[in-house]
C-alpha cells in the first residue's frame, strides 16, 4: 500500500463544517528511520500523536455531516500545527523524552518534511475548507492528564481560540452548564500560536474557528470516542446558531 500523509473520510460530505486532526496518528514513514530511535513506549505516549483525537473527529464529522481531514504522521516527524518558521517544528526534546532522529536534522531534511509531508497535509486541509465560503473549521486535539514533574491538569476539556471568538464563547457557555465537566478557556495551552493550523485556514480567511482539547484518558476507546462525538456535535451546532444571530 502506498503511504499517503493524511486521511480524508467524507470527502464528499456537504457541510459547513470541516473537523481537522493535526496529530491523528503515531505513524513514522517508511522511508525514516523507523520510530525515530524511540522504543514503543514513548511512541505510544501523548509525545508522538493525540490519543483519542482521530476517533472523536471521525465520529463528530459523521454526527455533523463535515468532511474530516487527519494527519498520517506523528508529530515528531514534523508538527503540522506550527509555522514553517516554529523553532518546535522538528521537536529534540519533548516531556523528558529525546528524539534521536531530529538530533541530527539538518535544514535540508527538514525542508524534504515539509515538502513530504507537512504541506501536502496543509494543502489538502486548504482545498477542503475552499469548497464553501462559508466553513466552519473544528480543531479535534487531546492533551495528557499529566506532564512529568508537572501538576496534574483540572480540566476535562479546553476550547482554544484567538481574537475570533465567534463559536468559541458560545461553546464554552454550553459547556459551562454541564455539570460534569470541568472546562478550560484557553487552556491547557494558549489559544493562539502564530502560524498553527487555525491560523492558518480559520483566521486569515476569516473563517468560523474552535479548537476543542480532550483529556485523553477520557476518550482512550472507541466508545468513549464515539459518545464525545456524539455530545459535542449538538453543541457545537447550537453554539453555531447563537454566534450567527
Known amino acids: 500500500m502506498t503511504y499517503t500523509p493524511y486521511h480524508i473520510v467524507g470527502a464528499g460530505r456537504n457541510s ?3 473537523i481537522t486532526c493535526d496529530h491523528a496518528a503515531n505513524i513514522v514513514p517508511p522511508e525514516l528511520e523507523a520510530s525515530l530511535g524511540l522504543p514503543p513506549e514513548d511512541m505510544a505516549r501523548h509525545i508522538a500523536y493525540d490519543i483519542g483525537a482521530a476517533g472523536v473527529s471521525r465520529a463528530l464529522g459523521e454526527a455533523l455531516g463535515a468532511p474530516v481531514i487527519c494527519s498520517n504522521f506523528s508529530r515528531l516527524v514534523i508538527d503540522p500545527n506550527r509555522g514553517e518558521d516554529d523553532p518546535t517544528l ?10 534521536p532522529a531530529n538530533r541530527k536534522a539538518d535544514a535540508a ?3 524534504r518534511r ?5 504541506r501536502p497535509y496543509h494543502t ?5 475548507a ?9 480543531a479535534v486535539h487531546s492533551f495528557t492528564r499529566q506532564l512529568r514533574g508537572r501538576p496534574e491538569r483540572p480540566w476535562h476539556i479546553g476550547i482554544l481560540h484567538a481574537w475570533d471568538r465567534r463559536l468559541s464563547d458560545p461553546l464554552i457557555t454550553l459547556l459551562d452548564a454541564e455539570p460534569d465537566l470541568a472546562v478550560g478557556r484557553n ?3 494558549p489559544g ?14 476569516g473563517r468560523q474557528n474552535t479548537l476543542i482539547e480532550l483529556r485523553s484518558d477520557l476518550i482512550e476507546t472507541e466508545e468513549t470516542q464515539a459518545a464525545w462525538g456524539a455530545r459535542l456535535a449538538p453543541m457545537l451546532e447550537e453554539a453555531l446558531r447563537r454566534a450567527d444571530v
Open 16 to 18: 459547513p463544517w470541516l
Open 114 to 118: 515539509l515538502a513530504a509531508y507537512y
Open 192 to 205: 493562539h500560536l502564530p502560524g498553527d493550523c487555525v491560523d492558518q485556514h480559520g483566521l486569515k480567511h
Open 187 to 189: 487552556q491547557p495551552y
Open 124 to 128: 489538502a486541509l486548504e482545498e477542503l
Open 90 to 99: 522538528l521537536m529534540r526534546l519533548y516531556d523528558g523524552s529525546v528524539i
Open 130 to 138: 475552499a469548497r464553501r465560503e462559508d466553513t466552519v473549521i473544528v
Open 109 to 111: 531534511e527538514k525542508e
